[in-house]
């Protein structure tokens, strides 16, 4: 209710500075009120006990700045980044676009990050303690040929403090990062990262799932080939799905045009279909992590349906607020 009065204020700045107004809003009413919400529904994916099923998906909180706040909501997870191995600006600015009507954005933001020394400065000052993802990146000037040196890097900074680490090789907002989803770049990536992962499990006596995020906009026939070659090199979950570039359903709006990737409520669709496709192929042999679009409980609940085990939101918090949140997982 809080959030519906105060949204017509954060709607008439620009979507990057409301987005950072209401966060580190959130912080501080998370430190004045230690009532936190608490919802319980077990479940357990890839080896973790998730207090319930709703998480906040990457990109919201890309630095690791707000875990206070989010870990107030009543949610079962967090995951954090994209974040790259050095700091890096992003796009140039105006790069995030929202298309309220049809409750979706837009955004070309580019892996805008901090780096992950910061962001793991930042985990340590939150005292979180619940179940952290961080979701991992390539610095936008690394060739394609060493992209895997930036992933195998931050994966060996960022081991010891993830419950899971997600692999984003779907941003469509870096030049030709998709390349890595397909052929012989995603089998060289994926047998660079097991390779490294056996090591740190080794150093640490602990292993640590991994994650990999795919677009919406690749065939059913890619990303059944896709999720193969996930099982085969030892990846324990698929999150589907990343923006879409396609920007049919929204082409009228004035900012339909704008490049970078489309997501909430019109994406909702496209990301259904996907995890629809994977459980049909995977059945119970790789969990699926289902993000895109979920803007109301019954959404989440066809989410689950389709056969996602886990769900995470980020542009339906941004349009509903904390309420949708306690929408879903109520009806759980």
């Not at 077990?42 to 706040?69: Q, S």
């Not at 000052?125 to 991992?136: A, D, K, M, P």
């Not at 060493?146 to 081991?159: F, N, P, R, T």
């Not at 070659?229 to 570039?245: E, H, R, S, W």
């Amino acid at each position: 209710m809080l959030y519906q009065l105060i949204r017509p204020m954060l709607f008439s700045m620009d979507p990057e500075t409301a987005h950072r107004v209401a966060m580190l809003g959130l912080n501080q009413v998370a430190k004045c009120d230690a009532t936190h919400l608490h919802f319980s529904h077990p479940t357990e994916v890839m080896g973790i006990r998730f207090p319930n099923p709703l998480g906040i998906a990457a990109g919201l909180d890309k630095n690791a700045e707000y875990l206070p706040g989010l870990s107030s909501l009543g949610v079962g997870f967090i995951e954090v980044g994209t974040v790259t191995p050095r700091p890096q600006p992003g796009n140039p600015k105006p790069r995030m676009f929202r298309l309220i009507e049809e409750q979706g954005i837009i955004n070309r933001l580019g892996f805008n990050n901090t780096g992950v020394d910061h962001l793991l400065t930042n985990i340590e000052r939150s005292h979180y303690n619940g179940i952290l993802g961080i979701n991992i990146g390539k610095n936008f000037d690394t060739p394609l040929e060493k992209a895997h040196e930036d992933y195998i890097y931050a994966l060996e900074k960022v081991y010891a403090k993830a419950h899971y680490i997600t692999i984003n090789i779907s941003s469509p907002n870096t030049a030709q990062l998709r390349q890595l989803q397909l052929g012989d770049e995603l089998v060289h990536l994926l047998a660079s990262l097991q390779e490294s992962r056996q090591r740190l499990a080794e150093q640490y006596q602990r292993d640590v799932p991994m994650a990999v995020k795919i677009a919406p906009d690749l065939s059913a026939d890619e990303a059944k080939l896709i999720a193969d070659q996930l099982i085969a090199y030892g990846m324990n979950a698929i999150i589907a799905t990343n923006t879409t570039i396609d920007h049919s359903s929204v082409s009228h709006h004035p900012y339909g045009k704008e490049q970078g990737g489309l997501s909430g409520a019109p994406l909702f669709d496209k990301s259904l279909a996907m995890v629809s496709t994977l459980k049909s192929h995977l059945g119970n042999q790789l969990p699926i992590i289902g993000v895109g679009g979920i803007t109301s409980k019954e959404r989440a609940q066809s989410m689950l349906q389709a056969g996602a085990s886990l769900i995470q939101l980020y542009s339906g918090l941004i349009y509903q607020g904390p309420d949708l949140i306690k929408s879903i997982l109520s009806a759980l």
